[in-house]
């Protein structure tokens, strides 16, 4: 694979180039570890914490897939926003 440049922002942030992702495995949302290696930096992809984490503690329904554990999380997630921002003040 060819090298590729990227920018490092103001904020120390870089984006990982599509095809260097792909080759990896990393998604949105996965984490990675970074290292200092002989003067140069390692990625090391970790994947998500739902692919870690899946079938972790065992309930009484049927068990989700990985995708399916990360969309219910996603909605939870989401539906908790609405909830807050619907919630009265307590400054009101």
Do not use: Y
Request: hydrophobic share 40%; aromatic share 2%; charged share 20%.
């Amino acid at each position: 694979m060819a090298e590729r440049i990227v920018t490092v922002t103001r904020t120390g942030q870089i984006t990982i180039p599509t095809e260097l992702r792909r080759a990896l495995g990393i998604a949105a949302g996965d984490k990675v570890a970074l290292s200092l290696v002989e003067g140069m930096i390692q990625v090391i992809p970790i994947g998500s914490v739902t692919t870690h984490t899946a079938g972790a503690l065992k309930g009484h329904g049927a068990s989700l897939s990985v995708d399916g554990e990360r969309w219910a999380t996603e909605e939870g997630i989401a539906w908790e926003s609405v909830r807050r921002a619907e919630a009265p003040s307590d400054g009101s």
